[in-house]
């Protein structure tokens, strides 16, 4: 799934972000970056929110709750 893809990436930017080595041109690319997949995310999660939302909306009445008994 390409959420998990962009967290991956979004986590090894974070990692190579907080080196104090890093020149200010790579880090500002690098942040660049993570603001795009950041934003990617964003809208993945949103879309996903979306279609949970619809499947539980068609699927209302379809299932009923029933008193679960212990003993």
Do not use: Y
Not at 37 to 43: E, G, P
């Amino acid at each position: 799934m390409k959420i998990e893809e962009d967290l991956k990436k979004l986590e090894e930017i974070t990692t190579r972000l907080e080196k104090d080595d890093l020149p200010l041109d790579e880090a500002i690319s690098l942040f660049e970056e993570g603001l795009s997949l950041a934003a990617s995310v964003k809208k993945g999660l949103e879309e996903a929110r979306l279609r949970i939302e619809k499947a539980v909306e068609e699927t209302k009445g379809t299932f009923s709750l029933e008193p679960f008994d212990l003993s």
